[in-house]
């Protein structure tokens, strides 16, 4: 319990440079996944659409990322059991500017894409509970089901030990990527065999393991841990992956995906564990410069979905690592003149 209270009140009253290296990294490359995407929606044998397949594959660890800092700053923090906390502060963070923002990119994609229809429009926004009006926004939905969990979580990883807590997350890896993805990659004559009853695991799901996931690792001991092996493990991992998304490519080898589902919390976990490591060793530039990018990163994640569109309207989508990057630059810099105007901040950052 001592070093539960010990991080909790670390987490509370300085913020973790590690933490925003991790958040950064994850939001990038969560721009470059979706500067890949109009590239790898034309299948045309060139060789870039292969390198894009290959760093869309790399880039299948940001999401588990944001999850798991998700949970390692909200599970660390004493304010989480405070439900009038969660819906004065928390959630009116995330919301309001997820709500602002989708109805201005419902508007200004379809005039990107010159595709307007008042109508379209309309109904686009009035669906958004039911579907996010860019497929980007997406994660918003999980990490809000997880805000509204987060004081029951609390209670939860506060009251359980290492033994229980590794139980629940070998539940998750069970449950929610091993079953799953035997499903969808075995012979359909098998696939029976392997699916639970619909009703069977009614609180497992991808997201949450990875978000108590993040909370754990934070509340590791410290170890001298050897960073090249570490980080040669993890090249390899991402290398092997790779290999698998390119061999299960279409219908064949589809149960080799079983192993490259499992293979991506290992990633995510060890990367995190790595960047973690450099706590207190990151160069005095580099934690001045996280320090100013990581606070802009959730309007970043708002705002790259239009950037983008925009970039490759003017550009076209085959140059998708120039167009990430110049989707990043222009994003960081809209963000970074709206964080200086008050009450835009307040109200869509």
Known sequence: MWLINFWGKFFEKKRVIYIDVIRVVAMMLVVLAHSCA????????????????????ITEIAVPLFFMISGATILNSKKTRNVGYLFKHRLVRVVIPFLIW?????????????????????????????????????????????YLLSPLLKALVDNIDDKLMNYLLILWIVTSIFLPNVVTSVPQQWSAYFQGYSMLFITSSSSLGYFILGYKLTQARHRQLNRTKVALIIVLLLAINIILGFLTDGNHLRYLNIISNLIIPMIAALCFTWLKSFETHYPTWLSKTIEFVAPLTYGVYLVHGLTIAVVEGLFGFHYFIPNFILSTVISLIIIFILSKIPLIKKIML
């Open 38 to 57: 109009s590239r790898l929606s034309i299948r045309d044998g060139a060789f870039s659409w292969d390198v894009a397949n290959g760093l869309v594959i």
């Open 102 to 146: 989708s109805v201005l990119s419902a508007f200004f994609i379809r005039v990107i894409q010159r595709t307007f229809e008042m109508h379209d429009f309309l109904k686009s926004v009035a669906l958004i509970y039911h579907q996010p009006v860019l497929m980007a926004y997406w994660f918003i939905y999980p990490l809000l089901g997880l």
